[in-house]
């Protein structure tokens, strides 16, 4: 889809991207990331003319940039930067419809754009009319993103866009752009110097250092097979850990080995097939194994007996989660196995602490 050949850029006598070669492809999300100053902004500003190379080509669907038009080209790239540039004295309606309106598209089918756009990036219509200060961080870059795609260009650039916003927001962030990229599939080159980003929103990740390419490869390879040194402190010590963000629940859980109960079962029976499995938590399904709570064995140091008391809103996770997330909420709920639901709650089985474990030790 995007070519870079031979690109190099100085400015004045230094060298800002040297000599650099890859293919950047369709419908993936590209990350590149390296310590500040190693080119990546550079390159980026590249691909749309926004700077235009010292030596060498940048190719898009097998055409030269430098045969096209430059404000031409970069209308047909949608461009996320941090703080998302909105114009402070135009709303969220204005701001989002600037590239339809310099395509001279009807101001009907601009309004339909809006309101599919602001959809996307779940934001309700009603933000159309405020203004980007009115906004949080995290709303003024969907609609920055929002903005971005106005035209549905085929290719997004965007440099560092969630650089600015608090670590929660960012999260959040991150999981709606995944679910807004799997709807929209465009080819995007996205600039970080945080490395859990690249491995969390990365195909592929582009490793630069000093204006050179390190490393250039899918995430699971990077983590596995890090080219060098650098690229080995850059993933940290706990890259083991961080590659759990590539292995998800469905492959993981397990269909045996605890217990299951209906919330009207009695007690007694509960109880004794609790303690014949030495388990302290029962799963609780209805009759369609649709997943209402569990039943938790207590027992108080001035009770004889042992009782049950019902949970109805544990800890769970899905089966499309990542074993990260997971064993986070593990730490969080202080629970070494959790149950696993699908996305329309039926319980199909439980996640053992364990069983993660054992994972990241049977790798190298
Ligand atoms: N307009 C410019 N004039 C001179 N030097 C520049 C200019 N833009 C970037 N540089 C230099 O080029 C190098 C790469 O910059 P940049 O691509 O912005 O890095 P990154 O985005 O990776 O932090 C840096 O050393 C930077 O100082
Ligand atoms: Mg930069």
């Not at 602001?118 to 980007?132: G, S």
């Not at 390419?213 to 699971?220: F, G, I, K, R």
Request: charge should be neutral.
């Amino acid at each position: 889809m995007i070519d870079l050949k031979n690109l190099t850029k100085k400015f004045g006598k230094k060298i800002a991207v040297k000599n650099l070669n890859m293919t950047i492809e369709k419908g993936k999300i590209t990350m590149l990331i390296g310590p500040s100053g190693c080119g990546k902004t550079t390159t980026l500003k590249m691909i749309n003319r926004l700077i235009d190379s010292t030596e060498g080509d940048i190719r898009i669907k097998d055409k030269s940039v430098y045969d096209l038009d430059p404000v031409e080209l970069r209308r047909s790239i949608g461009y996320v930067i941090q703080e998302t540039g909105l114009f402070p004295h135009m709303n969220v309606f204005d701001n989002i419809a600037i590239v339809p309106r310099l395509l001279k598209w009807e101001e009907k089918k601009i309004k339909l754009r809006v309101e599919e756009l602001l959809n996307l990036v779940t934001l309700n219509t009603e933000y159309m009319y405020k203004y980007p200060l009115q906004l949080s961080g995290g709303e003024r870059q969907r609609v920055g993103l929002a903005r971005a795609l106005a035209a549905d260009p085929e290719i997004l650039l965007m440099d560092e866009p969630f650089g600015a916003i608090d670590p929660i927001n960012r999260s959040k962030l991150h999981d709606s752009f995944i679910s807004i990229q799997e709807k929209i599939e465009k080819t995007i080159v996205f600039v970080t110097h945080d490395i859990n980003e690249a491995i969390k929103l990365g195909d592929k990740i582009a490793i630069l250092k000093d204006g050179d390419l390190v490393q250039y490869d899918n995430v699971y390879n990077i983590l596995y097979e890090p080219e060098n040194e650098f690229v080995e402190k850059l993933l940290g010590h706990d890259r083991n850990i961080k590659a759990l963000v590539l292995k998800k629940n469905r492959d993981y859980y397990v269909t045996e080995g605890f217990v299951t109960c209906q919330r009207s079962d009695k007690p007694d029976a509960v109880i004794t097939r609790l303690q014949e499995k030495n388990k302290k938590i029962a799963y609780v399904v209805d009759s369609n194994n649709k997943f209402e709570g569990l039943f938790l064995l207590e027992k108080h140091k001035k009770d004889t007996e042992p009782h049950l008391s019902f949970v109805d809103n544990p800890v769970t996770v899905e089966k499309n989660n990542n074993l990260q997330e997971t064993f986070s909420l593990m730490i969080e709920a202080g629970e070494g196995n959790l149950p696993v639901l699908t996305d329309k709650n039926q319980f199909i089985g439980e996640i053992r602490m364990d069983d993660i474990f054992n994972e990241f030790k049977g790798e190298r």
